[in-house]
T-cell receptor, first 113, second 116 residues
């Protein structure tokens, strides 16, 4: 069975600082991996996805993530945090890309001015 | 705007009642997924339909059921509601069902259910 572990339920960074949100996955097959963002009282928006092409994936709003098979990780980074990045971030895994998503517990990102 | 619509946006009801949540997928999408987001369980998959047929089942309670209609909209029925059913229910749609290349799931804004 697939699973996702997000380390840290809450991460706080200063505006302009590096954002690093951690995600480790468990999968018996080469996975499809995703990061979603949820702003308060809104739905889920896809930030970026890994679909077995390039291991370094660039997404929207300056975010990127690197797939590391040896570490079973897919950490999300952004070089410089902006106040508008404050939201809940979810890492998710899918077996084939057309199967249901298995989500992590989420990490709430706070950005301090 | 993802193109996926969900109604109603908010629903407040009492324990023991039955409610129906509705989802209209993006134009042309054949698959509909239902997810539940609660404080206790986080975001979890409930059920998937593809072109009118059930494709996959997750942690869906027996009190819950769903269907997808010929026009591809879907309904999630929740019955004998309990306090613990209070959650945000998301619908997502994608172009394909299985086996083909990756197809992104687009999420609707959700229906917030409060059971009192």
């Amino acid at each position: 069975a697939q699973s996702v572990t997000q380390l840290g339920s809450h991460v706080s960074v200063s505006e302009g600082a590096l954002v690093l949100l951690r995600c480790n996955y468990s999968s018996s097959v080469p996975p499809y991996l995703f990061w979603y963002v949820q702003y308060p009282n809104q739905g889920l928006q896809l930030l970026l996805k890994y679909t077995s092409a390039a291991t370094l994936v660039k997404g929207i709003n300056g975010f990127e993530a690197e797939f590391k098979k040896s570490e079973t990780s897919f950490h999300l980074t952004k070089p410089s945090a902006h106040m508008s990045d404050a939201a809940e971030y979810f890492c998710a895994v899918s077996e084939t890309g057309n199967t249901p998503l298995v989500f992590g517990k989420g990490t709430r990102l706070s950005v301090i001015a | 705007d993802s193109g996926v619509t969900q109604t109603p946006k908010h629903l407040i009801t009492a324990t023991g009642q039955r409610v129906t949540l509705r989802c209209s997928p993006r134009s042309g999408d054949l698959s509909v997924y239902w997810y539940q987001q609660s404080l206790d369980q986080g975001l979890q998959f409930l059920i998937q339909y593809y072109n009118g047929e059930e494709r996959a089942k997750g942690n869906i309670l027996e009190r819950f059921s769903a269907q997808q209609f010929p026009d591809l909209h879907s309904e999630l029925n929740l019955s004998s509601l309990e306090l613990g059913d209070s959650a945000l229910y998301f619908c997502a749609s994608s172009a394909a069902g299985a086996g083909s290349s990756y197809n992104e799931q687009f999420f609707g804004p959700g229906t917030r259910l409060t059971v009192l």
